[in-house]
């Protein structure tokens, strides 16, 4: 994982499973592949390997990874298909919902959206 993932505002060990999930989002890390173990993290990012355990157990409880007894920790088959679901999610409410309220108040039609959209979405790519 790349340093820039840190972030003051946010508790390090969110950052870290946040930072994981980016990288397997991004094909970075596979399914099937190991991830770093919390040693190795703790000694990457100068933190405590307890604090390194507790972000790569939110990634446990949420089926992202699982443990091999004796081996390390590794992606979970069906991660990015999780993964990629709950971002659509918090996209949705983060930005679709938050963008009508106040396309609403400027009194955008659908139609006037949809046009800005694709247009914005072609110019892009």
Known sequence: MAKDI???SI???????????DYILSGDI???EQIMSTIQMSKN???????????INILVADGIVFKKKGIGMFVA????????EDRRKVFK????DAMLIEANRLRYTAND????????YEAKN
């Not at 990012?45 to 972000?55: E, M």
């Not at 959206?113 to 914005?120: E, P």
């Open 113 to 120: 959206l949809q046009k800005m959209v694709v247009d914005s």
């Open 77 to 84: 088959e069906g991660a990015v298909e999780k993964l990629v």
């Open 11 to 21: 508790p390090i060990f969110v950052q870290i499973a946040e930072g994981i999930k």
């Open 45 to 55: 990012y100068n933190i405590s390997p307890a604090t390194a355990a507790k972000g």
């Open 6 to 8: 840190v972030k003051e």
């Open 30 to 32: 596979k399914e099937g």
């Open 93 to 96: 409410e983060k930005y679709i």
